[in-house]
């Protein structure tokens, strides 16, 4: 599966993206940690963060005898300069021209 897809998938889910949110909060979270702040049995975010971490938005560091999850928010911006920035650049440009055209100023 192409990453993006992957991407697409680990966003798709309310909890991942929950449990993005509270990494974005605060990194460096124990599975416990992350457990404890939603209704779901210890496996089940086990198998989130999984997905999460084939999808390259979390990255892990052993801690002892913890693992840590941090986030990695840069396949994120990758799907944001992908697919959504190149679509806003046209009404992006449209607006500026619109202001400049009713300021009476030079593009």
Do not use: C
């Not at 990758?78 to 679509?87: A, G, L, N, S």
Request: hydrophobic share 35%.
């Amino acid at each position: 599966m192409p990453d993006d897809d992957l991407v697409f998938k680990a966003l798709a889910d309310p909890t991942r993206r929950f449990l993005l949110d509270l990494l974005f909060e605060r990194d460096g979270r124990t599975l416990t940690e992350l457990e404890s702040q939603v209704e779901m049995t210890r496996f089940g975010v086990m198998k989130h963060l999984k997905l999460l971490e084939e999808a390259g938005l979390v990255v892990t560091r052993k801690d002892g005898r913890e693992k840590r999850h941090f986030l990695n928010p840069v396949p994120i911006r990758q799907i944001h300069d992908r697919w959504i920035d190149k679509y806003t650049e046209r009404q992006v440009t449209a607006l500026l021209d619109l202001k400049n055209e009713l300021e009476g100023e030079e593009p």
